[in-house]
């Protein structure tokens, strides 16, 4: 697909815009007084009561000293919210000691390899998320290339569990048995500029998922979003193993798993789910 001069200049220019957003008001956005400011508005839109769903918490730990930023997320539920995290073999008994004692906290050791999205799939495959009505998938993102990347990670945080009504209201989207995938729209890519070099593969994987006609792109960039696991069936009934994946190497675009990051929505339109924004627009 050949994008005309124009419009890669204006996807480029919407996307430097959104990290000028994203480092001024952004900034401010996860400062303290924002957000207890937030909390206090949220009053004034209550939901209509806590959603009645099986809620679990699901992360890659590469880096361990932002797991307890992904722990303390559920403290915003009530009740057993589980949460599993999976962590790279030579990082994965500090985290194993960091969480010891805490209830309902699992730790999965895995091969360094195909980043969060690998592992994510193992669990996946292993049913790991079958009781849940409703996933939150998350990772401890840093992107070291980028120079906004903690910023983008305290954002999508905040954005998909930040505040307790808010995502109470977040939530309300999977009562509805439709809604596969739940996502900030900030971080949802439709622009042709965002094939990058992952087009062909992404078409394949579509092809072997029997989606090929829903093989479009959208997708939430940095893969974190909240899911209904039957949503996104089409991805584990392909059994990718974690062999499937590239060797690390600090690639940033091209493999595998930035191919399956863009099939996340595409195996859900398949099986005739929607995906939604965070205030419950269909994207």
């Given at each position: 697909m050949t994008i005309s001069i124009e419009k890669r200049f204006l996807a480029v220019a919407s996307?430097?815009?959104?990290?000028?957003?994203?480092?001024?008001?952004?900034?401010?956005?996860?400062?303290?007084?924002?957000?207890?400011?937030?909390?206090?508005?949220?009053?004034?839109?209550?939901?209509?009561?806590?959603?009645?769903?099986?809620?679990?918490?699901?992360?890659?730990?590469?880096?361990?000293?932002?797991?307890?930023?992904?722990?303390?997320?559920?403290?915003?539920?009530?009740?057993?919210?589980?949460?599993?995290?999976?962590?790279?073999?030579?990082?994965?008994?500090?985290?194993?000691?960091?969480?010891?004692?805490?209830?309902?906290?699992?730790?999965?050791?895995?091969?360094?390899?195909?980043?969060?999205?690998?592992?994510?799939?193992?669990?996946?495959?292993?049913?790991?998320?079958?009781?849940?009505?409703?996933?939150?998938?998350l990772h401890t993102k840093r992107s070291p290339h980028l120079i906004d990347g903690n910023l983008r990670r305290k954002l999508l945080f905040t954005m998909l569990c930040g505040e307790r009504f808010a995502t109470y209201r977040l939530l309300e989207s999977f009562k509805d048995p439709a809604t596969g995938l739940v996502g900030w729209e900030k971080t949802y890519r439709t622009d042709p500029w965002f094939w990058m070099a992952n087009r062909d593969r992404v078409l394949d994987v579509a092809e072997r998922m029997n989606a090929g006609r829903y093989a479009k792109l959208g997708f939430f960039e940095g893969s974190m979003f909240w899911f209904r696991p039957k949503a996104i069936d089409a991805v584990r009934d392909l059994r990718l193993s974690s062999e499937a994946f590239e060797a690390e190497a600090g690639q940033l675009d091209g493999t595998l798993h930035h191919a399956i990051e863009r099939c996340f929505t595409i195996a859900a339109w398949a099986r005739g789910y929607t995906v939604r924004d965070i205030s419950g627009r269909i994207l």
């Amino acid at each position: 697909m050949t994008i005309s001069i124009e419009k890669r200049f204006l996807a480029v220019a919407s996307h430097y815009w959104q990290k000028f957003q994203i480092n001024t008001i952004g900034r401010l956005f996860v400062t303290r007084p924002a957000q207890s400011m937030r909390h206090a508005l949220n009053w004034i839109r209550l939901p209509s009561g806590i959603p009645n769903l099986r809620i679990a918490i699901t992360a890659h730990v590469y880096y361990v000293e932002l797991a307890l930023d992904i722990i303390r997320l559920r403290n915003l539920f009530d009740g057993f919210v589980p949460v599993f995290l999976t962590a790279p073999l030579d990082r994965s008994d500090q985290l194993i000691d960091l969480v010891r004692g805490m209830p309902n906290v699992f730790v999965f050791p895995c091969e360094n390899r195909g980043r969060d999205i690998a592992p994510f799939l193992n669990l996946l495959g292993a049913g790991t998320f079958d009781a849940f009505d409703a996933v939150l998938k998350l990772h401890t993102k840093r992107s070291p290339h980028l120079i906004d990347g903690n910023l983008r990670r305290k954002l999508l945080f905040t954005m998909l569990c930040g505040e307790r009504f808010a995502t109470y209201r977040l939530l309300e989207s999977f009562k509805d048995p439709a809604t596969g995938l739940v996502g900030w729209e900030k971080t949802y890519r439709t622009d042709p500029w965002f094939w990058m070099a992952n087009r062909d593969r992404v078409l394949d994987v579509a092809e072997r998922m029997n989606a090929g006609r829903y093989a479009k792109l959208g997708f939430f960039e940095g893969s974190m979003f909240w899911f209904r696991p039957k949503a996104i069936d089409a991805v584990r009934d392909l059994r990718l193993s974690s062999e499937a994946f590239e060797a690390e190497a600090g690639q940033l675009d091209g493999t595998l798993h930035h191919a399956i990051e863009r099939c996340f929505t595409i195996a859900a339109w398949a099986r005739g789910y929607t995906v939604r924004d965070i205030s419950g627009r269909i994207l």
